[in-house]
Structures are given as structure tokens and as C-alpha cells.
């Protein structure tokens, strides 16, 4: 009995160590697009899958990067949400850029957090993605 005691009272620790409730699932982003039909005028749309349980949303903040570079940043109050889910379209103003016509593909990366009004309440996201667009800015930007 008395080699018993000391591998229960093991057991009962190594139980007491773990977490009584699972880590915070991340926010996904699960459409991400832009579109540019013009020189000056161009729009964000993004999708974001939030975690069960989530209250509801009171703004989301973004960074907008294309090809490397960050183009854009905003903060939306007036979002769409339902069911779990946040769907963000924005326009973008491209003054003062070279604009290219014609099919292409480019890289495009989100990056921000949502804010669901409580205290610690920021749920960070972030995706890169590849995307087909019709026209594209020119950033003009040295890249060395």
C-alpha cells in the first residue's frame, strides 16, 4: 500500500496541472479578394471565421499588404456578422499610382484583430494568399 500512495498522489497532481479549459481557437480567414477596376478606385473583401463562443463583434482592424508592401490599413466599425462569422468590404482610394490593365495574379496578405468590446477581447488574424485580379497599382517602390 505504501508504493501505491506515491504514484496516486502523482496521478492526482499530474491531472491538477493541465488546463480545466482548451486554448482559445484562432480567428481564420476564409475569403480574402481585392479588386482594382480602376486607377483610383479599388476594393478589400475578407471573411473571418470567429472561435464558438465569441461575443459580438464591436470593430475590426486591418493592414492590407500587396506584394510585400503595405497599400492599406482601416478600422470597421459596421461589419457584417452572423452565425460565427465577419465579412469585411471596404473600398480603397489608389491616388497618384501607376495602374496596369489586364489579368495578373497578386500576392495579397491581411493581417489585424478583431475587437469584441471586453477587456483582453483582441483575437489577432492574418492569411496570405495568391489572388487573380484585372487590373493592379503600381507600387513603384525600390525593392533593395
Known amino acids: 500500500m505504501l508504493r501505491l ?9 499530474g491531472c491538477a496541472a493541465r488546463p480545466l479549459s482548451p486554448p482559445t481557437a484562432a480567428v481564420v480567414v476564409t475569403t480574402l479578394d481585392v479588386d482594382f477596376p480602376s486607377r483610383e478606385r479599388g476594393f478589400l ?9 465569441t461575443p459580438p463583434v464591436a470593430q ?25 462569422e465577419v465579412k469585411v468590404e471596404t473600398p480603397l482610394v489608389c491616388r497618384h499610382l501607376a495602374w496596369r490593365e489586364g489579368e495578373a495574379s497578386l500576392d495579397v496578405a491581411v493581417r489585424g484583430e478583431v475587437d469584441v468590446g471586453i477587456p483582453g477581447g483582441r483575437l489577432p488574424f492574418r ?3 495568391e489572388v487573380p485580379v484585372h487590373g493592379r497599382p503600381l507600387l513603384n517602390i525600390p525593392l533593395d
Open 5 to 13: 500512495a506515491p504514484l496516486w498522489a502523482l496521478l492526482v497532481a
Open 45 to 53: 473583401r475578407f471573411g473571418l471565421r470567429l472561435p464558438p463562443g
Open 127 to 129: 492569411d496570405r494568399r
Open 60 to 84: 475590426v482592424s486591418w493592414e492590407l499588404f500587396l506584394d510585400g508592401v503595405r497599400f492599406a490599413a482601416g478600422l470597421e466599425g459596421d461589419v457584417g456578422q452572423g452565425a460565427g
